[in-house]
């Protein structure tokens, strides 16, 4: 089910493009690996959360899996819906027991705050400390799903968004009038071969 409409796909673009935005570059304490900037810091993790969607829009949940590795289940309501996304976090090198698991605990909510956008760019080695330049308008990635899309109602979806991204004037008349003409022959293309 795609939970993304032409009624709130302009509120799902301004979360997701609050949640890309960069983080101060933390101080390095020379922990992390050459070429790696220090891991991000959970707490930074849920500000983003409370900042963007509220205290009260956001939780987490946390299974113990074998040799000591978390799993995080990230929840997240965006425009009205619960989204749920999950990731596993190691136990840290150090020998103090609790701080491993800290330190599990910490990395499993980054990683799953990462498939949200979150601090997404900040691991990647060889980046710089700011985040990668975010795409100006989402014209690029939509023009890419309406040309592979194969279903009416994967056409459907990404219809709602552009109506959504069209709404909070992120894509030129220009870009609309392509997209327009790409649809178009998705809708026919799919016919086709129904």
Not at 61 to 78: D, H, K, N
Request: aromatic share 6%; with cysteine; charged share 25%.
């Amino acid at each position: 089910m795609n939970w993304i409409t032409a009624d709130n796909a302009g509120e799902v673009a301004a979360v997701t493009r609050r949640f890309l935005a960069p983080f101060d570059p933390p101080a390095d304490d020379g922990t992390a690996p050459a070429g790696r900037r220090p891991s991000l810091d959970s707490r930074l993790v849920m500000d983003r959360l409370d900042a963007v969607v509220g205290v009260n829009n956001w939780s987490d949940a946390y299974t113990l899996l074998i040799a000591g590795e978390v799993e995080c289940r990230l929840s997240v309501r965006i425009a009205g819906e619960w989204v749920t996304k999950a990731a596993v976090g190691s136990p840290g090198d150090d020998n103090a027991g609790n701080g491993r698991m800290k330190t599990a605990y910490a990395d499993a909510l980054a990683r799953a705050a990462a498939k949200f956008g979150i601090g997404r760019y900040h691991d990647r080695p060889g980046t710089p400390d700011a985040a990668p330049p975010v795409e100006r308008s989402p014209f690029a990635r939509l023009f890419r799903a309406v040309t592979a899309c194969e279903t009416p109602a994967g056409l459907d979806a990404i219809c709602a968004e552009v109506a959504g991204c069209k709404a909070s004037g992120m894509l030129t008349p220009g870009e609309l009038a392509r997209l327009r003409k790409a649809a178009a022959t998705a809708a026919r293309r799919i016919a086709a071969n129904s």
